[in-house]
């Protein structure tokens, strides 16, 4: 599931409030981006996986499948949402023109000029292991909302453990499994920052 990362330390500088819209997002970075010129509300160089997840959320429903046969129409009301939403910020270059996951990616969300993330509730991890000195700058938040008062989110990325056809032990590694999703081993897979498989971890 999604999550929205902000810089309250940037945040706070600037007077800016944590948007619970994606119009308000878009409010939130004319200001930022006004406010300091180095500052970008997030990045985007084309990123399919969060572009998708984001359409998701909208309601946008591109994909469709009857058997072999997949269609894509990007034209439903969903994805439109998302892309006259998205474009405002592209015009204006309100988003930092920089690759996800990149040195220059990890840089802009350690001094702040990258100023938010809307991605998958795992990304904890990796600030601690890739922003470290921005240590204490950072929140999470809901995903802004298409529509004021919704409670709508999305999923960004995710991972599966998985026992292969040509396995010559299938019994110990479904053990295996087992162990690190539902079982005790769940916990040790969450303190490492992945989100949890289980309720009771939940």
């Known amino acids: 599931p999604m999550a929205f990362f902000y810089n309250k330390k940037v945040f706070d500088k600037h007077g800016i409030k944590v948007p619970t819209t994606w119009d308000e997002y878009v409010e939130a970075a004319r ?8 500052v970008f509300i997030t990045n985007d160089t084309g990123d399919a996986g969060a572009t998708t997840s984001l359409i998701w959320q909208a309601g946008g429903r591109p994909y469709k ?28 270059k309100l988003v930092a023109p920089i690759s996800s996951w ?16 809307s991605i998958g509730a795992w990304m904890p991890a990796n600030f601690t292991s890739g922003v470290a000195s921005a240590s204490g700058d950072w929140r999470v938040a809901p995903l802004p ?19 292969p056809k040509a396995a010559k032990n ?3 590694a479904y053990a295996f499994t087992e162990f690190a999703t539902t079982g005790t081993g769940a916990s040790t897979r969450v303190a490492a920052g992945a989100f949890p498989a289980t309720r009771a971890d939940l």
């Open 170 to 172: 299938k019994e110990l």
């Open 31 to 38: 200001a930022l981006h006004k406010a300091d010129p180095k």
């Open 102 to 117: 990149s040195d220059a990616w990890y840089k802009g969300l350690a001094d702040g000029t990258i100023a938010t993330l």
């Open 145 to 163: 909302q298409w529509t004021k008062g919704d409670k709508t989110s999305a999923e960004n990325g995710g991972s599966s453990l998985a026992v």
């Open 65 to 92: 499948s009857q058997g072999t046969d997949v269609t894509i129409d990007f034209g439903d009301e969903g994805t439109q949402k998302y892309t006259a939403t998205w474009q405002k910020l592209l015009d204006d």
